[in-house]
């Protein structure tokens, strides 16, 4: 027997996998039975600030998703990226958008946070659903200086948060870019990040759409407009 067949089960009996909406162990992996019956699935597609831009989501952030979302985010789950990375790039298939020579970037995080974290979590969700969707994932913006947290903030506030925090890391080759957030709330936070990528291209470059895993509508002073699907 080699050293892998011996540890696979092994592995499997201490680090049992788990059901990324309830944490409960779930056998062969995925949502269990109980979060599937509970339909958590809430996918939403808006368009953000004056209608330049959609952004589609999976999820509602609320319930066990948020909590999933939290333990993403705080407790270094990163086991949750294939899950997640999933059920975005599904529901982009869904709504039949069209990414074909489009490259994703993360929506980035500023450098001192993400060495605290270790993780920017929006980054290692958009290198999964690139992957799946068979399009390049870059970093092309970066965070060029620490602001607020915006959870605490009203919708007016987020919007000037977040202006000029952004800068291009890099140069774009492709014609499109999707940016990818893990959560979308006011979306002041996306439109600043779009902004930014079509400033630097002088318009060259679209930005039709963004996704975000979850879609926070309710607070921050922010109304779906295309309404919910
Ligand atoms: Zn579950």
Same mark, same amino acid.
């Given at each position: 027997?080699?050293?892998?067949?011996?540890?696979?089960?092994?592995?499997?009996?201490?680090?049992?996998?788990?059901?990324?909406?309830?944490?409960?162990?779930?056998?062969?992996?995925?949502?269990?039975?109980?979060?599937?019956?509970?339909?958590?699935?809430?996918?939403?597609?808006?368009?953000?600030?004056?209608?330049?831009?959609?952004?589609?989501?999976?999820?509602?952030?609320?319930?066990?998703?948020?909590?999933?979302?939290?333990?993403?985010?705080?407790?270094?789950?990163?086991?949750?990226?294939?899950?997640?990375?999933?059920?975005?790039?599904?529901?982009?298939?869904?709504?039949?958008?069209?990414?074909?020579?489009?490259?994703?970037?993360?929506?980035?995080?500023?450098?001192?946070?993400?060495?605290?974290?270790?993780?920017?979590?929006?980054?290692?969700?958009?290198?999964?659903?690139?992957?799946?969707?068979?399009?390049? #994932? %870059?970093?092309? $913006?970066?965070? @060029?200086?620490?602001?607020? &947290? *915006?959870?605490?903030?009203? !919708?007016?506030?987020?919007?000037?948060?977040?202006?000029?925090?952004?800068?291009?890391?890099?140069?774009?080759?492709?014609?499109?870019?999707?940016?990818?957030?893990?959560?979308?709330?006011?979306?002041?936070?996306?439109?600043? #990040? %779009?902004?930014? $990528?079509?400033? @630097?291209?002088?318009?060259? &470059? *679209?930005?039709?759409?963004? !996704?975000?895993?979850?879609?926070?509508?309710?607070?921050?002073?922010?109304?779906?407009?295309?309404?919910?699907?």
């Amino acid at each position: 027997m080699t050293g892998r067949q011996l540890w696979q089960p092994l592995a499997a009996l201490l680090f049992p996998e788990r059901c990324p909406l309830c944490d409960e162990i779930c056998v062969g992996g995925g949502v269990c039975g109980a979060c599937r019956e509970e339909a958590v699935h809430s996918p939403s597609l808006r368009s953000l600030g004056d209608g330049g831009l959609l952004c589609l989501a999976p999820y509602g952030y609320e319930g066990k998703l948020r909590d999933a979302i939290l333990r993403f985010k705080f407790e270094g789950r990163r086991d949750y990226v294939p899950f997640f990375a999933e059920q975005i790039a599904r529901e982009i298939r869904a709504q039949g958008l069209e990414v074909q020579g489009a490259v994703l970037t993360p929506v980035p995080m500023s450098r001192r946070k993400k060495r605290e974290r270790g993780y920017n979590q929006s980054q290692l969700l958009a290198q999964e659903v690139g992957r799946l969707l068979g399009i390049p #994932c %870059a970093e092309l $913006l970066e965070k @060029a200086g620490e602001n607020q &947290v *915006q959870h605490f903030l009203t !919708a007016e506030e987020r919007k000037r948060n977040v202006k000029g925090v952004y800068a291009m890391k890099k140069g774009i080759d492709r014609a499109e870019v999707i940016l990818l957030d893990d959560i979308v709330t006011t979306g002041s936070t996306l439109l600043e #990040c %779009a902004g930014t $990528l079509r400033q @630097a291209s002088s318009g060259l &470059v *679209q930005v039709r759409f963004c !996704a975000a895993l979850a879609s926070d509508a309710k607070s921050g002073g922010c109304k779906a407009e295309s309404g919910i699907l």
